[in-house]
Protein backbone atom coordinates (compact mmCIF):
# COMPACT_ATOMS: atom_id res chain seq x y z
CA UNK A 1 0.00 0.00 0.00
CA UNK A 2 2.75 2.59 0.92
CA UNK A 3 4.64 1.56 -2.29
CA UNK A 4 1.71 2.34 -4.48
CA UNK A 5 1.02 5.17 -2.70
CA UNK A 6 4.87 6.76 -3.31
CA UNK A 7 4.65 5.47 -6.92
CA UNK A 8 1.40 7.94 -7.10
CA UNK A 9 3.07 10.14 -6.11
CA UNK A 10 6.23 10.31 -8.14
CA UNK A 11 3.86 9.48 -11.05
CA UNK A 12 1.69 12.88 -9.90
CA UNK A 13 5.14 14.89 -9.35
CA UNK A 14 6.58 13.38 -13.03
CA UNK A 15 3.12 14.88 -14.74
CA UNK A 16 3.60 18.00 -13.13
CA UNK A 17 6.62 18.82 -14.17
CA UNK A 18 5.72 17.57 -17.56
CA UNK A 19 3.13 20.51 -17.73
CA UNK A 20 4.73 22.89 -16.15
CA UNK A 21 7.98 22.68 -18.78
CA UNK A 22 5.30 22.12 -21.53
CA UNK A 23 3.73 25.42 -19.94
CA UNK A 24 7.18 27.19 -19.65
CA UNK A 25 8.18 26.53 -23.28
CA UNK A 26 4.93 27.68 -24.68
CA UNK A 27 5.03 31.00 -22.79
CA UNK A 28 9.08 31.14 -23.94
CA UNK A 29 7.77 30.68 -27.77
CA UNK A 30 4.82 32.76 -27.36
CA UNK A 31 7.22 35.97 -25.71
CA UNK A 32 9.66 35.89 -28.16
CA UNK A 33 7.08 35.99 -30.99
CA UNK A 34 5.78 38.83 -29.21
CA UNK A 35 8.87 40.22 -29.51
CA UNK A 36 9.39 40.13 -32.89
CA UNK A 37 5.71 41.70 -33.41
CA UNK A 38 7.12 43.73 -31.52
CA UNK A 39 9.77 45.31 -33.11
CA UNK A 40 8.01 44.85 -36.86
CA UNK A 41 5.70 47.72 -34.91
CA UNK A 42 8.46 49.79 -34.21
CA UNK A 43 9.36 49.67 -37.86
CA UNK A 44 6.18 50.27 -38.94
CA UNK A 45 5.79 53.65 -36.35
CA UNK A 46 8.99 55.35 -37.54
CA UNK A 47 7.52 53.98 -41.60
CA UNK A 48 4.68 56.36 -40.43
CA UNK A 49 6.43 58.91 -39.01
CA UNK A 50 8.52 59.39 -42.66
CA UNK A 51 5.54 59.39 -44.75
CA UNK A 52 4.09 61.73 -42.63
CA UNK A 53 6.90 63.71 -43.79
CA UNK A 54 8.01 62.73 -47.28
CA UNK A 55 4.72 65.17 -48.50
CA UNK A 56 6.01 68.49 -46.71
CA UNK A 57 9.57 67.88 -47.91
CA UNK A 58 8.04 67.20 -51.45
CA UNK A 59 6.20 70.39 -51.27
CA UNK A 60 8.72 72.10 -50.37
CA UNK A 61 11.18 71.50 -52.69
CA UNK A 62 8.31 71.54 -54.93
CA UNK A 63 8.72 75.55 -54.43
CA UNK A 64 12.04 75.89 -55.49
CA UNK A 65 13.14 73.59 -58.14
CA UNK A 66 11.71 73.75 -62.10
CA UNK A 67 13.03 71.40 -64.62
CA UNK A 68 14.19 68.70 -62.30
CA UNK A 69 11.47 69.10 -60.18
CA UNK A 70 9.33 66.22 -62.34
CA UNK A 71 12.12 63.47 -62.71
CA UNK A 72 13.35 63.50 -59.30
CA UNK A 73 10.09 64.13 -57.21
CA UNK A 74 7.94 61.79 -59.34
CA UNK A 75 10.81 59.34 -58.29
CA UNK A 76 10.85 59.67 -55.27
CA UNK A 77 6.91 59.91 -55.18
CA UNK A 78 6.59 56.36 -56.66
CA UNK A 79 9.42 54.87 -54.79
CA UNK A 80 7.58 56.10 -51.62
CA UNK A 81 4.85 54.10 -52.60
CA UNK A 82 6.19 51.09 -52.83
CA UNK A 83 8.08 51.20 -49.60
CA UNK A 84 3.73 51.19 -48.17
CA UNK A 85 2.97 48.61 -50.33
CA UNK A 86 5.57 46.42 -48.81
CA UNK A 87 4.19 43.17 -47.23
CA UNK A 88 7.46 41.36 -45.60
CA UNK A 89 11.22 42.53 -44.55
CA UNK A 90 12.43 41.40 -47.91
CA UNK A 91 10.28 43.59 -49.83
CA UNK A 92 10.56 46.79 -47.14
CA UNK A 93 14.17 46.52 -47.26
CA UNK A 94 14.30 46.59 -51.35
CA UNK A 95 11.59 49.35 -51.17
CA UNK A 96 13.58 51.81 -48.60
CA UNK A 97 17.08 50.70 -50.42
CA UNK A 98 15.25 52.92 -53.71
CA UNK A 99 13.75 55.21 -51.74
CA UNK A 100 16.99 56.01 -50.04
CA UNK A 101 18.44 56.43 -53.08
CA UNK A 102 16.51 59.07 -54.59
CA UNK A 103 16.24 61.07 -51.40
CA UNK A 104 20.28 60.88 -51.68
CA UNK A 105 19.55 62.39 -55.45
CA UNK A 106 16.98 64.57 -54.47
CA UNK A 107 18.90 66.16 -51.56
CA UNK A 108 21.99 66.37 -54.14
CA UNK A 109 20.10 68.29 -56.55
CA UNK A 110 18.79 70.50 -53.69
CA UNK A 111 22.82 71.62 -53.52
CA UNK A 112 22.14 73.30 -56.69
CA UNK A 113 19.41 75.67 -55.21
CA UNK A 114 20.84 78.00 -52.90
CA UNK A 115 17.01 79.35 -51.55
CA UNK A 116 15.97 76.07 -50.96
CA UNK A 117 19.35 75.11 -49.11
CA UNK A 118 18.61 77.79 -47.25
CA UNK A 119 15.35 76.96 -46.18
CA UNK A 120 14.55 76.55 -43.01
CA UNK A 121 11.54 74.15 -43.43
CA UNK A 122 13.33 72.49 -46.01
CA UNK A 123 16.57 71.83 -43.37
CA UNK A 124 14.21 70.93 -39.84
CA UNK A 125 12.41 68.00 -42.79
CA UNK A 126 15.83 66.94 -44.19
CA UNK A 127 17.03 66.25 -40.98
CA UNK A 128 13.84 64.75 -39.55
CA UNK A 129 14.10 62.29 -42.35
CA UNK A 130 17.57 61.56 -41.65
CA UNK A 131 16.99 61.06 -38.17
CA UNK A 132 13.73 58.83 -39.21
CA UNK A 133 15.94 56.92 -41.51
CA UNK A 134 18.77 56.04 -38.80
CA UNK A 135 15.85 55.30 -36.22
CA UNK A 136 14.72 52.52 -38.86
CA UNK A 137 18.01 51.30 -39.37
CA UNK A 138 18.21 50.58 -35.36
CA UNK A 139 14.51 49.31 -35.12
CA UNK A 140 15.94 46.38 -37.81
CA UNK A 141 18.72 45.50 -35.90
CA UNK A 142 16.81 44.97 -33.73
CA UNK A 143 14.05 43.38 -35.21
CA UNK A 144 16.56 40.88 -36.83
CA UNK A 145 17.88 40.06 -33.25
CA UNK A 146 14.35 39.00 -31.96
CA UNK A 147 13.39 37.23 -35.23
CA UNK A 148 16.99 35.76 -35.03
CA UNK A 149 16.15 34.87 -31.33
CA UNK A 150 12.78 33.29 -31.79
CA UNK A 151 14.14 31.16 -35.32
CA UNK A 152 16.22 29.92 -33.19
CA UNK A 153 14.13 28.83 -30.19
CA UNK A 154 11.73 27.20 -32.33
CA UNK A 155 14.13 24.55 -33.93
CA UNK A 156 15.84 23.58 -30.82
CA UNK A 157 14.84 20.62 -29.05
CA UNK A 158 12.15 20.33 -27.13
CA UNK A 159 10.78 23.48 -28.38
CA UNK A 160 10.27 21.96 -31.95
CA UNK A 161 7.75 20.08 -30.98
CA UNK A 162 5.70 22.15 -29.58
CA UNK A 163 6.11 24.98 -32.36
CA UNK A 164 5.40 21.86 -34.79
CA UNK A 165 2.36 21.60 -32.74
CA UNK A 166 1.49 25.51 -32.55
CA UNK A 167 2.40 25.90 -37.02
CA UNK A 168 4.93 28.20 -35.32
CA UNK A 169 6.92 29.06 -38.38
CA UNK A 170 10.28 31.13 -39.24
CA UNK A 171 10.23 34.75 -38.70
CA UNK A 172 11.69 36.68 -42.11
CA UNK A 173 15.42 38.70 -41.51
CA UNK A 174 15.69 42.14 -43.51
CA UNK A 175 18.27 41.52 -45.51
CA UNK A 176 20.25 43.90 -47.29
CA UNK A 177 18.77 44.23 -51.24
CA UNK A 178 21.47 43.29 -53.83
CA UNK A 179 23.36 45.53 -55.07
CA UNK A 180 22.94 47.71 -52.03
CA UNK A 181 26.22 46.07 -50.12
CA UNK A 182 28.30 46.91 -53.55
CA UNK A 183 31.05 49.19 -53.30
CA UNK A 184 30.54 52.84 -54.60
CA UNK A 185 32.64 54.36 -57.34
CA UNK A 186 33.20 57.63 -56.09
CA UNK A 187 34.41 59.18 -59.76
CA UNK A 188 31.60 58.00 -61.18
CA UNK A 189 28.90 59.40 -59.11
CA UNK A 190 30.81 63.23 -59.49
CA UNK A 191 31.06 62.40 -62.97
CA UNK A 192 34.78 62.25 -63.05
Do not use: C
Not at 64 to 77: A, F, P, S
Amino acid sequence: MLLEIVLGFVLVVIVASIIAYTAQAYNQIIKLEKDVDKAWSNIDVLLQQRSDELPKLIDTVEQYMDHEKETILDTVRERYQKTEQAENPNEQAEADSMLQGALGDLFAVAEDYPELKANENFQDLQDRISSIEEQIADRREYYNQAATNYNTLIEQLPYVFLANMMSKTQKDLYEAPDGSTEDIDINEQFGE
